[in-house]
């Protein structure tokens, strides 16, 4: 059998270790093909057997689409992990939210005695996890578009938080964006269930396809814990927390614990994160925003005084939501960078509204205009949301929130 893996980053590398533990593929040929290895990496993929692919490689490049026509068989580590895991699995995917909700899942779980695992884009790849896994296992995936695309399994519990458009630059539309989430139930039995938000169409849409029981989660009806009680900033994040807690408490986890762990978590890095306060006025890092309607929840996290630096490539989104969050009370001053600039002063439009040519400078005219409009005794923000991707001047959203944060540390009074 002539195995191909598609991609060798991180996820690719589990791969090729797992193959070689695997009775399964023992003397299988294994190749490697990766663009950094190899230009014409995608050339050959008909002559292999099986190719594993990673998330990052779309299914519609052209010389998949034929290889697929012509018989190879594709799959993934996610497929894999479901084909081979043991215990328990709870799917978590949505545009926004899902590092935040199956950390915090994962926590309550983990607080209330469970014998529980994190991985998927979050924790380590899965695949590295399968020997520590047993019957009595839980593992909590967060799920992304990518990784659901194609998959023919589905987990026991599925999460569906709020759906809306995103990767428009990878996906060829946002039907097919849609149709990949859904994967998450469409393989589900009649013995499994969905929790999702009923309030997001979308979400309900996925949601109906499931066989199983479908629960709907309605946060305003939610009374273990409320909004203010949490750590986290913003009512996304009070979403997201009550759909971790309605998950565990169906996991017969004691309601006290799971106030507990929603009420003392803080959040993850790069996502509304408090980086430092200085004369009176915070910094807020929420790198790990890549579309319109995630800066636009940031707007809206604050009640008092804010300035929000945002920009970067576009991915194909309407920006509606940033022209109806640029209403909210408490945004004083939008200072734009990157490649986006002039779709997003648009949506800002009768706002006070700076372009600045990098993100040190950027902070700079947000640090100048909250100094000089502060008033004695205010607390203002600083809040770095840059709704959109980070490709136009950086790796990826962590390595642009390591820079914020170097740039913002270095402020002096």
């Known amino acids: 059998m002539k195995i191909a893996i598609l991609g060798?980053?991180?996820?690719?590398?589990?791969?090729l270790q797992f193959l070689k533990k695997s009775q399964r593929?023992?003397?299988a040929q294994i190749a490697i093909l990766d663009q950094?290895?190899?230009?014409?990496?995608?050339?050959?993929?008909?002559d292999y057997d099986l190719v594993i692919k990673s998330p990052?490689?779309?299914y519609s490049l052209p010389e998949i689409v034929r290889a697929r026509a012509n018989g190879v068989l594709f799959t993934s580590a996610t497929a894999l992990f479901f084909d081979h895991a043991q215990g328990l699995i709870i799917g978590i995917t949505g545009t926004k939210g899902k590092g935040t909700t199956a950390m915090l899942l994962y926590r309550m779980l983990k607080s209330c005695k469970k014998n529980v695992h994190l991985a998927g884009n979050i924790g380590i790849p899965m695949l590295d996890m399968l020997p520590k896994l047993n019957k009595n296992s839980i593992v909590v995936l967060e799920l992304s578009s990518f990784q659901l695309d194609h998959l023919l399994f589905s987990p026991r519990i599925a999460v569906v938080l709020d759906i809306f458009p995103d990767h428009l630059d990878v996906h060829t539309s946002f039907d097919e964006y849609v149709e990949a989430k859904a994967q998450i139930v469409a393989n589900q039995g009649r013995a499994d269930v969905v929790f999702y938000f009923p309030a997001n169409e979308l979400a309900s849409s996925v949601a109906k396809r499931s066989h199983g029981k479908k629960i709907a989660i309605k946060p305003e009806r939610f009374n273990l814990f409320y909004r203010d009680d949490m750590?986290?900033?913003g009512a996304h994040n009070f979403q997201?927390?009550?759909m971790a807690a309605s998950v565990a408490l169906y996991l017969e986890c004691a309601p006290s614990k799971v106030r507990a762990a929603a009420c003392l978590f803080r959040g993850n890095p790069l996502r509304l994160e408090h980086i430092r306060v200085l004369r009176g006025i915070s910094f807020y890092n929420d790198s790990a925003s890549t579309n319109p309607p995630a800066a636009a929840a940031a707007i809206r996290a604050f009640d008092t005084p804010t300035v929000l630096i945002a920009g970067g490539r576009d991915k194909g989104f309407p920006y509606d939501t940033l022209h109806d969050a640029a209403s909210w009370p408490a945004l004083q001053y939008i200072v734009l960078v990157g490649e986006n600039?002039?779709?997003l002063k648009k949506s800002f439009s009768g706002k006070d509204v700076t372009i600045a040519r990098s993100l040190e400078k950027a902070v700079s005219a947000a640090w100048r205009y909250a100094l000089k409009k502060r008033k004695k005794g205010e607390k203002w923000n600083i809040v770095y949301s840059p709704g959109a991707a980070s490709f136009d001047m950086f790796k990826n959203y962590t390595e642009r929130g390591k820079a914020f944060n170097r740039i913002v540390k270095k402020l002096e009074i």
């Open 240 to 242: 997201n927390a009550v």
């Open 25 to 27: 593929y023992k003397g």
């Open 56 to 58: 990052g490689v779309p």
């Open 36 to 46: 950094n290895r190899d230009k014409d990496y995608l050339k050959y993929l008909g």
């Open 231 to 233: 750590r986290m900033l």
């Open 8 to 15: 060798f980053g991180k996820e690719g590398k589990s791969v």
């Open 341 to 343: 600039t002039l779709k």
